[in-house]
């Protein structure tokens, strides 16, 4: 961990950006919000050791290999099938990266309403300029956080969804994020969610890694706009296979009466980290913050989360559940801003963890930041292993160890699974979790 | 069916059972009372297999099998049920769900395959019924926001769908009211055959009146001190334990 290295790959990601950014899609606009957002990088530099905000997750050594950048290039999409990752019941609308990169062949929308776009971000990027322009980098600012700044420097394709006003997407969007190859990669996918006012839409977004022979760093930044009285779900779930390392950002913004709901659920990948960012700009909006996160081996996850209760009236609801084992870590850190204006807020989070090995830890840390004194905020942080006066009963009744663990490992992950609305992703998302605890 | 021999176990080098000796037949029910913190749950559980709990010294067979070396599932499935004291809440875990699972592990290790659906629902009606249980208890979560008396009437519910040989009642009547002291005591009646045995702990004399025990045993300080018949629980509630100590301190 020399400083060399640090300075070694800081460097590499600058230079790629001079060569490659005359490739880059986008207006002028976007050309000089990348310019801006090296410049961003170029100060904050990728986190070190020292970084308050990624001190339990280290991501020098992620960087430490050449990782080439192949986000320019569009990839071979011959030999997979897509069928392997879509989901029953959402196959009409499916949206496919491969690699950071849309792909048409693979995606199908069929059954979206009037008015409704889901296109790469590319194609955004010159056929929806306005809307592009008037969202694009808002909610997730690049001087805020390298990856960020990443992201906006390179980031070329992604999804883009647009939900007109007074608009209910009856069928959910899945977006499918394939990451393979044999060649170690950096891929940015950049999604921008546009949710009108008293619309409604959910989307779910898989990340998954195909045939991949190679280390590979995802940084994906999702920027959700939710206006006025729309109800928007945003469901994620991380099943990248063991050389995958994912940093996944998402930054909503909420107007007045709106609601969001995010349900993050991570099976697998070597090292993953999630901010989950999200700001309350109205009154009256609703929001909840779900994640579930089973790890093994030497797996890492971190989920960072932020609410941003700007005005009044609003509530906000985060459950955080986590299973580890064997020599798994994970990080839980949870930030809420209650700002003088946002009295009569109601804040509610909850971190809870079991570790079924003596060598899995888990960092948590809860920080409210409460400056209005008309004000419901609590907080609870729970790390144990599993209920051992539980594990007898079962077992005195004719349980195995195995069933009256997998009883209550299922019982302890449900409370997050039901809170997933899409009935055939809730359904599968059992059977996932179903199918990990058995092992 | 169960043979207590010399009985010694503790926790953490505190000695605690102290030499039990106990026989119980088949068709048979005993009764074990005696006062607060002489070991009466301490043997259930060390009966049951609660890892805890080091034995020391002595033996214990069931069925002619030696039960210390069995895992607690493995003495469910022998047909051993302990109804605890205290019943764990179990959040998220519901009873019927966890009980078909016990009942198919019970059925794998005995050989046989898995109950049929329609017959497993058929019986829980039945026992739920036997114990006067709303359905929707049998629905909940296993114990949880059960009122005192819920949890007791549950573990009898329990007791009657898994159908054990040899059942310890570990203060079951705690807590019920008048009307579930009586269900849950014709409950234990019913289930009464020659093929099944009951071991019934308690501290008062009204649950012997409707579950007559064949023989009453004082526990006092980790030890069975006397033994009579029914007669001994009256004479107990009348007098209290002084006389027994008494006793005890003198041999
Ligand atoms: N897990 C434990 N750790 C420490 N001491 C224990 C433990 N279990 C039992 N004991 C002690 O052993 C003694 C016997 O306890 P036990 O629960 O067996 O009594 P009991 O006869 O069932 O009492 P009660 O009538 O109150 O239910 C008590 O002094 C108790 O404090
Ligand atoms: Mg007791």
Redesign the pocket.
């Known amino acids: 961990m020399t400083t060399a290295e640090k300075i070694g790959a800081d460097e590499r990601l600058i230079q790629g950006f001079s060569k490659n950014k005359a490739q880059l899609p986008g207006s002028k606009r976007i050309a000089s919000l990348r310019e801006q957002a090296i410049l961003d990088f170029q100060k904050l530099g990728l986190p070190g050791r020292k970084s308050e905000e990624y001190k339990y997750s280290n991501v020098q050594p992620l960087f430490k290999e050449e990782a080439s950048l192949v986000n320019t290039n569009l990839p071979a999409a011959n030999g997979f099938s897509i069928e392997q990752f879509q989901l029953p019941g959402l196959k009409e609308n499916t949206a496919v990266l491969v690699n950071g990169v849309f792909s048409p062949a693979h995606s199908s929308l069929n059954k979206l309403p009037k008015g409704v776009i889901v296109c790469s971000l590319k194609e955004a990027f010159s056929k929806n300029e306005k809307l592009v322009e008037q969202h694009y980098s808002k909610y997730a600012q690049s001087g805020t956080d390298a990856f960020l700044a990443l992201s906006t420097s390179f980031a070329g394709d992604g999804v883009f969804v647009y939900v007109p006003d007074n608009t209910i997407a009856e069928q959910a969007i899945h977006i499918i994020s394939v990451v393979t190859g044999s060649t170690p990669s950096l891929i940015f996918p950049r999604n921008l969610f546009i949710i009108g006012k008293n619309s409604g839409v959910q989307i779910v977004e898989s990340f998954a890694a195909h045939a991949l022979s190679a280390k590979s760093i995802c940084i994906a930044v999702t920027e959700v706009f939710v206006d006025e009285n729309a109800k928007a779900q945003y469901y994620k779930l991380q099943e990248d296979s063991g050389s995958a390392s994912l940093i996944s950002a998402t930054h909503a913004r909420q107007e007045r009466n709106s609601h969001f709901d995010t349900n993050t659920v991570t099976l697998s990948g070597e090292w993953i980290r999630n901010n989950l960012e999200i700001a309350l700009e109205g009154e009256n909006c609703e929001t909840h913050l779900n994640g579930l996160f089973l790890t093994e081996g030497k797996q890492h996850v971190d989920n960072h989360t932020l609410v941003d209760h700007r005005k009044p009236h609003c509530q906000s609801n985060q459950l955080y559940k986590g299973i580890l084992g064997d020599k798994s870590t994970g990080v839980f850190n949870g930030k809420i801003f209650v700002r003088p204006d946002a009295q009569k807020t109601n804040a509610y989070q909850s971190s809870r963890n079991i570790l079924l090995s003596d060598d899995a830890s888990i960092n948590t840390k809860p920080q409210l930041e409460i400056y209005a004194d008309d004000v419901k905020c609590s907080h609870g942080s729970t790390t144990g292993q599993l209920n051992e006066d539980a594990m007898f009963y079962l077992r005195s009744r004719g349980l195995s160890t195995d069933s009256a663990r997998n009883l209550l490992l299922s019982a302890f992950a449900n409370d997050v699974l039901e809170t997933v609305r899409i009935k055939e992703l809730k359904d599968h998302l059992d059977e996932l979790v179903r199918k990990r605890l058995e092992k | 069916m169960l043979q207590i021999k010399n009985l010694h176990a503790g926790?953490?080098g505190?000695e605690?059972l102290k030499g039990i000796n106990l026989d119980v037949k088949a068709g048979e029910v005993h009764a074990i009372m005696?006062?607060?913190?002489?070991?009466?749950?301490?043997?259930s559980?060390v009966l049951a297999g609660k890892e805890?709990y080091e034995v020391s010294e002595g033996e214990v067979k069931f069925k002619g099998k030696d039960l210390l070396e069995l895992s607690p599932e493995d003495r469910a499935r022998e047909g051993l049920f302990l109804a605890f004291?205290y019943p764990v809440e179990i959040p998220g875990v519901s009873n019927i769900n966890f009980l078909k699972t016990a009942i198919n592990e019970i059925r794998a290790y005995r050989g046989q395959g898995p109950m049929d659906a329609k017959e497993f629902l058929a019986k829980v009606k039945e026992k739920q019924a036997f114990v006067e249980m709303t359905g929707n208890l049998a629905n909940r979560s296993v114990n949880e926001g059960f009122s005192g008396g819920e949890k007791k009437r549950n573990e009898i519910f329990q007791l009657a769908m898994l159908e054990p040989v040899l059942a310890v009642l570990?203060?079951t009547d705690s807590g019920l009211d008048i009307d579930a002291l009586r269900i849950v005591a014709n409950g234990v009646n019913k289930l009464r055959s020659k093929d099944r045995a009951f071991v019934v702990?308690t501290?008062y004399q009204r649950l012997l009146d409707h579950i007559v025990p064949d023989v009453v045993h004082v526990?006092f300080d980790g030890k069975i001190v006397k033994s009579g018949g029914k007669e001994l629980a009256l004479e107990l509630e009348k007098k209290g334990y002084d006389w027994i100590k008494k006793e005890a301190a003198i041999a």
Request: aromatic share 0%; net charge negative.
């Open positions: 926790i953490e505190k605690i005696g006062p607060n913190g002489s070991g009466k749950s301490t043997l559980s805890e004291q570990d203060e702990i501290h526990l």
